[in-house]
């Protein structure tokens, strides 16, 4: 699977923002999707994911702001971004697996492909 993020940007505190990643190689469906982030000096942390199940989970800092969602027909997913904060700034990759139990979604090490990453910048 080969995965393409796009849509990073500059915006201001309280805009919104929405990220693409675009998936190839095999069947999009199949597989478990998520988004990390990665800001400057810190570990990459989890953000979104849809489990194998097709189930949604998020992380307690985007709850309620951010909204994975996906297009099967077009093999690309998504993640709005509402009310962003300057905390949110980072690089955003998305992620994908086939076989990823529910346990290990928010675990990066857990994840077999990746995307580049998209800068996000939050300015405040």
């Known amino acids: 699977v080969q995965l393409q993020a796009s849509g990073g940007g500059l915006v201001q505190a309280g805009d919104s923002l929405k990220l693409s990643c675009a998936a190839s190689?095999?069947?999009?469906?199949?597989?478990?999707m998520g988004w990390f982030r990665q800001a400057p000096g810190k570990e990459r942390e989890f953000v979104a994911a849809?489990?194998?199940?097709?189930?949604?989970l998020y992380s307690d800092s985007v709850k309620g702001r951010f909204t994975i969602s996906r297009e099967n027909a077009k093999n690309t997913f998504y993640l709005q971004m509402n009310g962003l904060k300057s905390e949110d700034t980072a690089v955003y990759y998305c992620?994908?697996?086939?076989?990823?139990?529910?346990?290990?979604?928010?675990?990066?090490?857990?994840?077999?492909?990746w995307g580049q990453g998209t800068l996000v910048t939050v300015s405040s």
């Open positions: 992620a994908a697996d086939r076989s990823i139990i529910a346990s290990s979604l928010r675990n990066s090490a857990y994840w077999d492909y």
């Open positions: 190689g095999h069947t999009f469906s199949r597989y478990a």
């Open positions: 849809y489990n194998l199940s097709g189930r949604t």
